[in-house]
C-alpha cells in the first residue's frame, strides 16, 4: 500500500467503535463459542447442532434446500455433513426422484 493509500488511523477507530457489522461479527463469535462449551458434553459444535436441526424434517430434505436455509454453498454443506455421517448421526443418499441429488436421514 503506498503512502497515498493509507489510511488514517482515526478512521480505524472510528470503524472499530461504530461500524454494526464489526460488531454482529464480534458478538455472533462470542455467543458461537458458548454454544460450542455448552454442546462439548455431546461432542457437537454449534454448527454441528444447527445443521441436524436443519435435517430433522419429516422427509429428507435436498442438499439444496438445507444450503439455502443454513445459507451455506453446498459444497459447504457436503463438507460438513461428512463428520457427521462418519459418526453415524445421518446418512446421505442419492435421492433417485431428483436426478441424482443427495439427501439425508
Known sequence: ???????PIELTHHVRDHCLCLHVQRAARALAR???EALRPIGLTNGQFSLLMALNRPKPPGIGSVAEL???D???????????ERRGLLRVSADEADSGAACCR
Do not use: G, I
Open 1 to 7: 500500500m503506498s503512502n497515498r493509500d493509507t489510511l
Open 74 to 84: 453446498r459444497t459447504t454443506l457436503t463438507a460438513n455433513l461428512k463428520p457427521l
Open 70 to 72: 443454513l445459507a451455506m
Open 34 to 36: 458458548r454454544f460450542d
